[in-house]
């Protein structure tokens, strides 16, 4: 079986193995509380606004209309980024490669483009994930449609319909990372959880 038929079919079984299996063997920065309060929140925010490059793995798992389960690695430098999927056994799922000019996704061996990441997504594999908003929504940056916890936390965001619940912040060597959220849109439901921050700046 291909690696494009593995992602849109076999991968029901690996969602019922769970959510926290970990990524693989990567060092990751230690993860420590976050001591909330307004002030706190406001130099937050203003702090992740100047990151320049991260990467950032963990576990996402989709339910609902869909069933899809996977390891995630991102990498960003600036506005562009890489999305690499692995199955719980270390096998590269997909790759997807973003940045001003489009989006490039590959997989089973092949490449295909499209200006926008969640078309791209949608076109190649029928999963709808919005993968084109994925520096602000792992970063938890407040955006124009965000709303605000009375302590100043970040607590959802829409993009495209998609709302995004943030449940739990933790700090990775002085960011306040998301590193538990969930994603919804009608009968889609996506389950997102950090598993580790290899690296922030």
Known sequence: MNSTKLLKQG??????????????????????????SPEYWSAMQQKLQQVKSYTIAGRIGMSGAARFSANFKVTGVGDDYKLVLTSSFGNILAELKVNAEGAVLTA?????????????????????????????????????????????????????????????????????????FLIDKGDIHIKVKVSGVESIE
């Open 108 to 180: 089973d061996g092949r490449s295909y483009e499209d200006v926008n990441a969640n078309n791209l997504l949608l076109q190649v594999f029928q999963l709808q994930i919005p993968v084109q908003q994925l520096k602000p929504i792992v970063l938890g940056l407040i955006g124009p449609a965000s709303i605000i916890g009375p302590d100043g936390q970040l607590m959802n965001s829409v993009y495209d319909g998609f709302i995004v619940t943030y449940s739990k912040f933790s700090e990775y060597n002085g960011f306040a990372l998301p590193s538990d």
């Open 11 to 36: 991968l029901c079984a690996l969602f019922c193995a769970g959510l926290l299996l970990a990524t693989g063997c990567q060092t990751s920065i230690e993860e420590t509380t976050v001591a909330s």
